[in-house]
């Protein structure tokens, strides 16, 4: 196993899998001097164990490997995550196998290769990766211990150890909750709240007070206090804990 380390610390990290040192040692400093980190696994066993001891940014990974192959250590790396993964192959077969299979493969090169294009490929991918993060802790919105995820579609609350809980809730629940949550402290009408939540419903407000005393006594029994407030008059906010 090789290794360099003279980027800066805060540069992403690349795990080379290839078990030819020639080639290996070519595309550690390729990726050196385009200012990343790389380390550099002989095997698909030595690169699992890298894998989860430095947890890279990115996985440059040969599909021709001793003993096992890219493919498996791919799956691997797969279920543990959403790490980008570029396959190099020298042959067409293993391409067929990663457009037939859809594996999860974010990228593959094919030797003999470019350097150069290999570190293009690198930095594309990274940028795509990155793109994706930003988009998930949009969907992620935070008020005090309240947590609700919008792409998995839950509420989740924070105990004093770290730990996230889930919240059960209903549908319209969730989309009331989202809905203020996304702008604590802002007063909602009933007449916004059932066009945004309800939009498939003819309910009325006193439809929307029960959906929301529902909503509030679950977040009290959760810890969170009256997170829920009633405006006079004019409807509901998310008021956030002290």
Same mark, same amino acid.
């Given at each position: 196993?090789?290794?360099?380390? $003279?980027?800066?610390?805060?540069?992403?990290? &690349?795990? #080379?899998?290839?078990?030819?040192?020639?080639? *290996?040692?070519? +595309?550690?400093?390729?990726?050196?001097?385009?200012?990343?980190?790389?380390?550099?696994? +002989?095997? %698909?066993?030595?690169?699992?164990?890298?894998?989860?001891?430095?947890?890279?940014?990115?996985?440059?990974?040969?599909?021709?490997?001793? %003993?096992?192959?890219? /493919?498996?250590?791919?799956?691997? &790396?797969?279920?543990?995550?959403? #790490?980008?993964?570029?396959?190099?192959?020298?042959? *067409?077969?293993? &391409?067929?196998?990663?457009?037939?299979?859809?594996? @999860?493969? $974010? $990228? !593959?090169?094919?030797?003999?290769?470019?350097?150069?294009?290999?570190?293009?490929?690198?930095?594309?991918?990274?940028?795509?990766?990155?793109?994706?993060?930003? @988009?998930?802790?949009?969907?992620?919105?935070?008020?005090?211990?309240?947590?609700?995820?919008?792409?998995?579609?839950?509420?989740?609350?924070?105990?004093?150890? @770290?730990?996230?809980?889930?919240?059960?809730?209903?549908?319209?629940?969730?989309? +009331?909750?989202?809905?203020?949550?996304?702008?604590?402290?802002?007063?909602?009408?009933?007449?916004?709240? /059932?066009?945004?939540?309800?939009?498939?419903?003819?309910?009325?407000?006193? &439809?929307?007070?029960?959906? +929301?005393?529902?909503?509030?006594?679950?977040?009290?029994?959760? %810890?969170? @206090?009256?997170?829920?407030?009633?405006?006079?008059?004019? %409807? !509901?906010?998310?008021?956030?804990?002290?």
């Amino acid at each position: 196993m090789s290794a360099t380390h $003279d980027a800066s610390p805060s540069s992403q990290l &690349v795990l #080379v899998v290839e078990d030819e040192p020639a080639i *290996a040692e070519i +595309l550690l400093a390729y990726l050196k001097r385009d200012g990343l980190r790389a380390v550099h696994a +002989l095997s %698909g066993e030595e690169a699992l164990q890298m894998f989860a001891r430095i947890r890279p940014d990115l996985v440059l990974l040969d599909i021709q490997l001793p %003993g096992m192959d890219g /493919i498996d250590v791919l799956n691997s &790396v797969r279920a543990a995550g959403e #790490v980008p993964v570029i396959m190099v192959t020298a042959r *067409a077969e293993d &391409v067929d196998k990663l457009l037939s299979l859809r594996l @999860g493969a $974010d $990228d !593959y090169v094919v030797k003999p290769f470019s350097p150069a294009e290999v570190v293009a490929r690198v930095r594309a991918v990274l940028r795509r990766s990155a793109r994706r993060e930003e @988009g998930a802790r949009k969907e992620l919105i935070r008020v005090g211990r309240l947590i609700v995820d919008m792409s998995a579609h839950c509420a989740l609350v924070e105990d004093e150890q @770290g730990n996230q809980l889930p919240l059960p809730l209903t549908l319209t629940e969730f989309r +009331l909750l989202a809905c203020m949550a996304r702008q604590p402290r802002q007063c909602f009408s009933r007449s916004h709240l /059932i066009e945004t939540c309800l939009p498939e419903s003819d309910a009325m407000d006193r &439809v929307i007070d029960s959906h +929301l005393s529902k909503l509030r006594r679950k977040l009290q029994q959760a %810890g969170l @206090g009256d997170l829920i407030e009633t405006v006079r008059s004019i %409807g !509901y906010r998310l008021w956030p804990e002290a």
